[in-house]
């Protein structure tokens, strides 16, 4: 188990069944019990994936990306006798941010594998989720909350439908778009975070 780095997207992914992970990377308390909801929430769809795609942010237990350990940990508890398996893990980072991510992951990495897909620096951080969409043609995207670049991605994606999981009903019920679909799927968790007194939403609850 570990980080695999590679220069291209292989051409062995499926887009098929995979779900790209966005959402609010800091000041998540997911020791809040609307938080906590929301996290079983997005277990429930996560663990239903095939492949978890995300724009290599670092791990934090204040993070969205906290949801892949918390994945990992449910799996590994629930044993053979679940059936479940951890899905693919595939991350799109900077070239020079390569570093950053190997120092940060490696160590987490030791119940599953990660692809590191490094992308040409010229590709802006504003512009990794668009790059990582279009490489890997999955339509289908999980919102932990999220603030000003997941909604930004959002409103740069012509073509999308935005919706809430507001109950375990929901989640339960969330289907991943094929690779031939037309529209980009947002599947949206109404995740607050507090920032120096400020309450935050995320911004993709207008577009509902």
């Not at 998540?28 to 429930?44: D, G, I």
């Not at 969205?64 to 508890?77: Q, S």
Request: aromatic fraction near 8%; charged fraction near 20%; include cysteine.
């Amino acid at each position: 188990m570990g980080i695999t780095v590679v220069n291209s997207l292989p051409k062995t992914f499926s887009a098929s069944g995979a779900i790209r992970l966005v959402g609010f990377a800091r000041e998540v308390a997911f020791a809040h019990p609307n938080t906590a909801t929301q996290a079983q929430h997005a277990l429930t769809v996560l663990e239903k994936a095939t492949t978890i795609v995300w724009d290599g942010d670092s791990h934090s237990q204040r993070s969205f990306t906290h949801l892949v350990i918390m994945l990992a940990t449910r799996i590994r508890k629930g044993g053979a006798a679940s059936g479940l398996q951890m899905p693919n893990l595939t991350a799109f980072v900077q070239t020079k941010s390569r570093q950053r991510f190997l120092d940060n992951w490696t160590g987490l990495a030791e119940d599953f594998d990660i692809t590191l897909v490094l992308t040409p620096n010229q590709v802006g951080w504003d512009d990794l989720a668009l790059y990582a969409m279009s490489e890997t043609g999955v339509k289908s995207v999980l919102a932990f909350g999220g603030g000003d670049a997941v909604e930004n991605e959002a409103k740069r994606t012509p073509k999308k439908t935005v919706r809430l999981i507001a109950q375990a009903q929901d989640a339960e019920a969330v289907t991943f778009a094929s690779e031939e679909a037309t529209h980009v799927v947002f599947w949206v968790l109404p995740v607050t975070r507090l920032v120096d007194g400020d309450v935050q939403h995320c911004g993709l609850l207008s577009m509902i």
